[in-house]
Each structure stands twice: as C-alpha cells, then as structure tokens.
C-alpha cells in the first residue's frame, strides 16, 4: 500500500469545501480534465474526462492495458501527468501533488502489508503512520473488524493469512484514517467470492459515511456494483453512466437459447440478418437481437432449418460484458 | 446437454474420481471427492482459497499422490499410470510459461520439443497453432510485445501442441478485455466440441458461465455439482433483493434476522438468502427500522452464480480461513 504521508488525520475536515459549490452535494470529489500519461511512444492514459461526485462509489472498469493503474497513481498523486489535471477536492495533482496526499487512502494493487507483524500490529502500525489519535482506535478498529470478520485473527502473523484475508487487511489499513477520498486499484483480483463480499462491506461502509471512492476493476461482472461506471479501453473512456443507464442504452436485446446441438445452432445464426451477434456460454446461447419479440419467430425458424432442436429462448438482462463488446465495436467502426 | 445421442468411438470417461482424498498431515485438503467427466464436457472447479482446487487438480495431473481414493484420467490410473498421464494432458496456466524474449514461432518450436512432439508433426502442428490463434502474420514478433489476449492464445496453442484429450486451465482469461475473451472461450468450445475434454478451476463467475458443468468445491468437499442453469434453479433459498438507505448497515442487521440464511451486498442493495420469503417480508422492514434504518424496496429475484456459490459455501460451514 503506498498512502498519504503522515498528518492524514489532521488533513481536510469532513465537509470541507461543501460551502463552495452550488448543488447540494457540495459539488465534485474528483474532476479528471483531459489527464494524459505517455510511457516514451506509448499512451497508457489519453484525454481522460470525468468527475465523481462526493460519496460516490464510482468504478474504473476495462481490461488489463486498458489505463486503469496508471489513472488511479495520478489520482493518488504518485505518478505525474504528461498534460491535462485532475482536482481532487479542488486542489490540483499536476500542480501539488503533495496537498492532494493527506486527502486520500490509495491502495495498489502491491500494497505494503508487514508479514512479520500481526494483523493488530499492522493496523496499529498505520494508525501511527496517519497519526490516528490513540483515544479514537479502538471504535475504529471494531467497526473495521466487524466487516472485514478479522477480529478472531488479531493476533495472527499477516505472512499467514489467506490471499482474501491479506486484502482485507490492506484496505483495513487504509481506511484506518478515515480519508476523504479512496482509490482502490483492483482491490478484488485473485480474492474469492465469499472475502469479496466483505471487502465490498467495508467499501461501502466507508461510502455511508460520505467517502467518495474510486474502485478499478478488469471484472465486468462487478460494474454491476457502483453508482456509475467509466468502461476504459486503450486509455479512454468508452462510455459513462450508470450500470442501469449502459444497459438500457444497449442496442438491441439479448436472448438467452438453449438448444440442441449448441454449436451448429450458433453458427445457423451468425448468418442472420437479424442476428448481430450469437455467443456460446456453457450451456447456452446468448443472442443479440434488435427486438425481442420482432426477431424471435426469425431465429426460431433459423434453428429449426438447420436441424437445432430449441428447448427455451428468454430476453435476458444484458451484461457489462454485453455493453462493453457493443461500445468496442462501436469505437472501432468509427 | 445430454451429451446422449452422439455415437461414436470416443471412450465414455474421459476423467473419473472415486473417494479421491488428500491429506497433509492432520489436514484433510481434499475429503472424498467423487465426480466423472465426459470427453469434450467444459468442467469448471470453483471454490474460495482453501477449498482444495488446485490439490484435486495436482492429483488429476499426476503431481500428486492420493492418500486415499482412486480414479482415472484417459483411461490412466492416477498412480500407476502417472507417466500416461502426463503424455495426455495440457495444462495453462494464467501465468504463462511463454519465454518473452523469443518470438511467436520459437516459442511453439520450443513446447514442441518439450512436449516430445514427433519432429514429423511439428510443422503441421506450428502451422494450426499460427492458424488457430490468429498469429501466422505475427510468427516473428516477439512474444513479450504481443497484447494479453493474443499472448493466452498462444499459451494455449503450446498447451495443446502435443494433441491432448484433456485439457487443465487456470483462470485462463483473467484479466482479458471481453472480446479477446469470448474469442478465447470460443476456441475452447471448438476443441470440447472436437472432443478434448477441459477442466477450468476459476474464482470468476465471468468465466465459470461458460462451462458446461459446475463442480463447486468448499473445505475439501464437493458441495454441488452441475450445469450453471440447474445450480441457479436449485439454489436451496430463495433470494431476496432488499434496498435500503444505508445497504452496509443492513447487511449487518439482517445477518441477526431469523430465517435470513446469509446476507450480502450487491451495488447498494443487500441480497438476502432466507428460508421463507413470504414470512421474511413481514419481518425484514420492522428489524431494520428498530436500528435506524429505512426500507425503500423488497422483491424476489433470480439467483446469480455467485449468490449460488455462496449460499453453497456457506450452508457448509463458510470458508476455512487460515
């Protein structure tokens, strides 16, 4: 974990700047205007544009190279754009990166956890770091343990946790100082489903309490779980909204076949006029359609020539992954 | 899928397990595990870290020793015909044994001679690797500079160099933008159509969806096992949708609900598994009122695989940590 320099607790009040805006959420945590990082020929992060709202849970969705990392240690002050800025709370990272520290807690993906130390050692150890006052830790460690169901492993060393266990540790120790702003670079990768949902726990703890938090992830499954989502690819921005607002944008509709054999029935409808895009997923196809009910007797009988047997076809909720592949295409064919 | 209807040569099993146990001194890392797998099924392993995947999986390929249990894989007995065995599996990992510093051809060339390929085959098994991953205009790149998609391409083009009927993946697509991956998973499909069967162990939902059957491991034990639409059907409560103000909060009042079996956050809304809906519904809005906090909606709703998955892991004991 690479974090704020000491002083966190004593950094920006809770509410601080509210009075500066106009609307009633005190106006953005974060703008990102045109934020620009090339590594010598190649650009990792290109004109990024957006802001987040303060207590927004907002994720950074996209591919491993999609710019994700590279975004967030700009963020986090720790890496230094090639042009453009981002503001956090108002005050520039371009300009003063070091202001912008003691605001936020940033979690890497590599983040610095003591092996040789317990799980209690590690969260006191980055108390002292953030200068937590010593009357305010034990409320925030029961609160953190509550959700991260550490507690009954205080005493272990942190070399002998779980991968899930670790990372909940890490963030943890993040959250350890209350900040402002938290960016959490992939905080999920390699961690089971059942640790997941605690880590979500504690994320959205923190959001309660009004911490805006800026989550990467390169699972579109977990888009699903922020109040809007920025999908990147190649270093931009393909489209931003919120979850509810991609799927519904998404062109077409998408059904849900199953049917006998499940290859030859794919490849009946790739030819289909209709048919914009058909994927094997296990057990079944996923078929892009214009409309359901328009296009459902076309495909039928499409399966039914080529000698498929249809069990069941049903409109399904799109997927992430279904918005992601459409805006893709769509960058691509213009 | 049946799989019933479809003559022809191929052996019925393609891997089958019985009693399959390991231990590590007074651990049990895997408890009696049963399963059989048909040749050209997609055969997904789930499980939280711990669970006794990747054991069950280094016994599958022979890198291991059962303490108890038998099985066989292609017809090899698990320790008997260790030696078989190796000779007919592939195996890719997500962190690939590509060399980055040779180039697309050198690193076939190279799997060829470790995979003992017959020198006669090698061109022709060269050229469908190039052909199948989309790499013949690529062969003299090196493969360090190739993006990740077409890199786990590659990686499972040397996998399978050698041709063999069962094929091991771990979290083969993690962290691939979608369209590489769906263009990977549709070269899986083509080689299970082809008749290889594929294990994938995986901790993603994303990946797991496109098996044709699910094998869910938990504390040594499989704790379920079949295709991803009938472990969502069987999900043994049914699953409520609750939205509320304060979803962290909730979580935690609901988990001391009577007949809320496990509750967890998704987005901003909790999803609760509970024994009866009906009777939960009158009682949810009250016991989350008594600590503050305010219902704004409650609906039933279809069960994702991961809500299956930790409904599963919780009904046997939750995850074993440490």
């Known amino acids: 974990m690479t974090s704020a320099s000491g002083g966190a607790a004593a950094g920006a009040p809770r509410g601080a700047g509210a009075s500066a805006g106009a609307s009633p959420a005190g106006g953005p945590a974060i703008e990102v205007d045109r934020l620009t990082r090339r590594f010598g020929a190649r650009t990792a992060v290109d004109g990024l544009t957006f802001s987040v709202g303060r207590g927004e849970l907002f994720g950074l969705v996209g591919p491993d190279g999609a710019g994700k990392t590279t975004s967030l240690r700009m963020l986090a002050g720790v890496l230094r754009p090639t042009s453009g800025d981002a503001r956090l709370l108002g005050l520039s990272v371009a300009r003063d990166p070091e202001a912008v520290k003691p605001l936020l807690a940033y979690m890497s993906q590599r983040f610095g956890l003591y092996t040789d130390l317990t799980v209690l050692e590690n969260l006191h150890f980055y108390a002292d770091l953030y200068r937590v006052p010593r009357s305010e830790r034990p409320a925030r460690l029961e609160r953190l343990f509550q959700f991260s169901r550490l507690g009954p492993f205080r005493d272990r060393l942190a070399g002998q946790l779980s991968g899930g266990m670790k990372q909940k540790l890490g963030l943890s120790c993040a959250l350890i100082h209350q900040p402002e702003i938290l960016l959490l670079d992939e905080p999920t990768f390699g961690v089971d489903p059942v640790s997941r949902r605690d880590l979500w726990l504690i994320v959205h703890d923190m959001v309660a309490r009004g911490t805006t938090v800026v989550v990467s992830t390169a699972y579109m499954d977990e888009?699903?779980?922020?109040?809007?989502?920025?999908?990147?690819?190649?270093?931009?921005?393909?489209?931003?909204?919120?979850?509810?607002?991609?799927?519904?944008?998404?062109?077409?509709?998408?059904?849900?076949?199953?049917?006998?054999?499940?290859?030859?029935?794919?490849?009946?409808?790739?030819?289909?006029?209709?048919?914009?895009?058909?994927?094997?997923?296990?057990?079944?196809?996923?078929?892009?359609?214009?409309?359901?009910?328009?296009?459902?007797?076309?495909?039928?009988?499409?399966?039914q020539a080529a000698g498929c047997r249809v069990l069941s076809a049903e409109a399904l909720e799109p997927s992430m992954e279904d918005v992601f592949i459409e805006h893709v295409e769509r960058a691509g064919a213009a | 899928m049946s799989g019933a209807g479809e003559p022809g040569a191929a052996p019925a099993v393609a891997v089958e397990v019985e009693g399959l146990t390991r231990r590590f001194g007074d651990f049990t890392a895997v408890d009696r595990v049963t399963f059989a797998a048909r040749p050209g099924e997609i055969f997904g392993f789930l499980g939280p870290n711990g669970a006794g995947k990747t054991t069950t999986i280094k016994m599958l390929t022979a890198l291991l020793r059962p303490t108890a249990g038998r099985g066989t894989v292609a017809g090899y007995d698990l320790v008997a015909g260790a030696e078989g065995i190796k000779r007919s599996i592939g195996y890719m990992s997500q962190l690939f044994s590509l060399y980055a510093d040779l180039t697309v051809e050198e690193n076939i060339g190279f799997f060829s001679g470790l995979y003992g390929v017959p020198r006669a085959r090698r061109a022709a098994r060269r050229d469908w690797v190039l052909q199948m991953a989309g790499l013949a205009e690529h062969r003299q790149r090196l493969?360090?500079?190739?993006?990740?998609?077409?890199?786990?391409?590659?990686?499972?083009?040397?996998?399978?160099?050698?041709?063999?009927?069962?094929?091991?993946?771990?979290?083969?697509?993690?962290?691939?933008?979608?369209?590489?991956?769906?263009?990977?998973?549709?070269?899986?499909?083509?080689?299970?159509?082809?008749?290889?069967?594929?294990?994938?162990?995986?901790?993603?939902?994303?990946?797991?969806?496109y098996c044709h059957r699910l094998a869910l491991m938990n504390r040594g034990r499989l704790v379920a096992l079949d295709t991803?639409?009938?472990?969502?059907?069987?999900?043994?409560?049914?699953?409520?949708?609750?939205?509320?103000?304060?979803?962290?909060?909730?979580?935690?009042?609901?988990?001391?609900?009577?007949?809320?079996?496990?509750?967890?956050?998704?987005?901003?809304?909790?999803?609760?598994?509970?024994?009866?809906?009906?009777?939960?519904?009158?009682?949810?809005?009250?016991?989350?009122?008594?600590?503050?906090?305010?219902?704004?909606?409650?609906?039933?709703?279809?069960?994702?695989?991961?809500?299956?998955?930790?409904?599963?892991?919780?009904?046997?004991?939750?995850?074993?940590?440490?």
């Open chain 2, 143 to 209: 493969t360090g500079e190739l993006p990740l998609g077409w890199k786990q391409r590659l990686a499972l083009g040397c996998a399978v160099l050698h041709e063999p009927p069962i094929l091991f993946l771990d979290e083969p697509t993690s962290g691939v933008d979608p369209i590489s991956r769906r263009s990977f998973w549709e070269l899986i499909g083509g080689m299970a159509a082809g008749g290889t069967t594929v294990f994938v162990s995986t901790h993603y939902m994303e990946e797991a969806e």
């Open chain 1, 223 to 303: 888009a699903e779980r922020f109040d809007r989502v920025a999908l990147l690819h190649a270093g931009r921005v393909l489209t931003l909204d919120s979850p509810a607002a991609l799927q519904r944008a998404l062109e077409g509709t998408v059904l849900g076949v199953r049917a006998e054999p499940l290859r030859p029935a794919r490849d009946a409808l790739l030819g289909l006029p209709a048919v914009r895009r058909a994927v094997v997923f296990g057990d079944r196809l996923h078929v892009v359609v214009g409309d359901a009910a328009a296009d459902l007797p076309a495909v039928q009988a499409a399966l």
């Open chain 2, 228 to 322: 991803p639409g009938a472990l969502r059907g069987a999900m043994r409560e049914p699953l409520l949708e609750v939205r509320t103000d304060r979803g962290a909060e909730a979580v935690e009042a609901l988990r001391s609900v009577p007949g809320v079996v496990e509750a967890g956050l998704f987005g901003r809304a909790v999803h609760a598994a509970v024994r009866d809906p009906a009777a939960a519904r009158a009682q949810i809005p009250g016991a989350l009122a008594a600590r503050g906090i305010q219902v704004l909606g409650i609906a039933e709703i279809e069960p994702s695989l991961e809500d299956v998955f930790i409904s599963l892991v919780q009904a046997g004991g939750g995850v074993l940590d440490g």
